[in-house]
């Protein structure tokens, strides 16, 4: 029991930002007005700039005018409980667990694009997994940006993990293999690869991503067993084209949300949902390692629309 309230404690702290402008937004507008159709034109506009995209606030709004005639509502408060409902409804039963291999390391692929709050959200994945009694080693593949093995290596020293690394410029696939090797010869539970957002050479991203990934697969049965795009919440519309680019090219099964805190439109996880069928896994609801929350629908809505 603690831990489910220190989960929804968590949870309803990072989406402070969302709760004041989103939500508090829509009780400004709504409460105390008799709902008519300049309201609901006034509630679609306010939908979609909190980033729960033009499709959902589409069939939300269609569902909300149809009630309305019918005199099922009648007033803004209505419409209120009406949209905390309806949105705890938008997704479909989905498996968020983290996929974990049967025998051997489990190899969890990060991928997303510079600036997405990669590194810190791996810092967060590999803090829950430690605290869930894991051994856990990181292999560095991003190898074309000067900063990002650095940026590794010191959340490796915070949270008493070892990574694997190569040459900077050097074919991340290698590291790759030898990360892979590692994590076997050491008999670690879960090795975590981090790649690339973006690359210098001629090569695209997602075939260097498949190369990875069937490097992974050669070395450990299996591998990727998890492959997790992480992006960022304050991104809007960019995250959305990022969710759908990597969902067909790299082979994403599962979403890691990070920056929530940093949003006040937490729609932008509705949208996810109906840009793409991958689950959205985890949520970042802060700096630290421990500022991670495995995420779930109806304590999401629920923590988005508390008093």
Request: aromatic content about 4%; charged content about 25%; some cysteine.
């Amino acid at each position: 029991m603690g831990l489910f309230k220190s989960v929804v404690s968590r949870l309803k702290k990072g989406l402070d930002r969302t709760r004041e402008s989103f939500v508090g937004g829509l009780r400004t507008l709504l409460s105390g007005r008799t709902l008519d159709d300049a309201l609901i034109d006034e509630l679609e506009r306010a939908l979609i700039q909190a980033d729960v995209g033009v499709r959902t606030t589409q069939v939300l709004i269609k569902s909300i005018r149809a009630d309305y005639k019918a005199g099922k509502l009648t007033r803004g408060e209505d419409v209120l409980e009406y949209l905390k409902g309806e949105l705890k409804t938008r997704w479909p039963q989905a498996d968020r667990e983290l996929h974990l291999a049967d025998s051997g390391p489990t190899v969890i692929l990060v991928t997303g694009v510079n600036g997405a709050g990669k590194t810190t959200s791996i810092a967060k994945l590999c803090g829950q997994l430690r605290r869930e009694g894991k051994t856990v080693l990181l292999g560095a593949c991003d190898t074309f940006r000067a900063g990002a093995v650095r940026q590794l290596e010191i959340w490796a020293e915070r949270l008493g993990v070892e990574v694997v690394k190569g040459q900077q410029g050097g074919d991340p696939a290698a590291v790759a293999f030898d990360a892979c090797s590692a994590a076997k010869s050491r008999g670690v539970d879960v090795l975590i690869l981090d790649t690339a957002g973006r690359l210098h050479t001629q090569d695209p991203l997602m075939r260097q991503l498949s190369k990875i990934r069937s490097v992974a697969g050669k070395q450990i049965e299996g591998a990727p067993h998890e492959t997790l795009l992480v992006l960022d919440a304050t991104a809007g519309q960019n995250a959305l084209r990022q969710a759908e680019e990597f969902a067909q090219a790299a082979g994403v099964t599962g979403i890691f949300l990070a920056k929530l805190d940093g949003t006040a439109k937490g729609g932008i996880v509705v949208a996810i949902r109906e840009a793409t069928d991958i689950p959205v896994k985890f949520v970042g609801v802060g700096e630290t390692p421990d500022d991670i929350v495995p995420f779930d629908p109806e304590r999401f809505v629920e923590a988005m629309f508390a008093v």
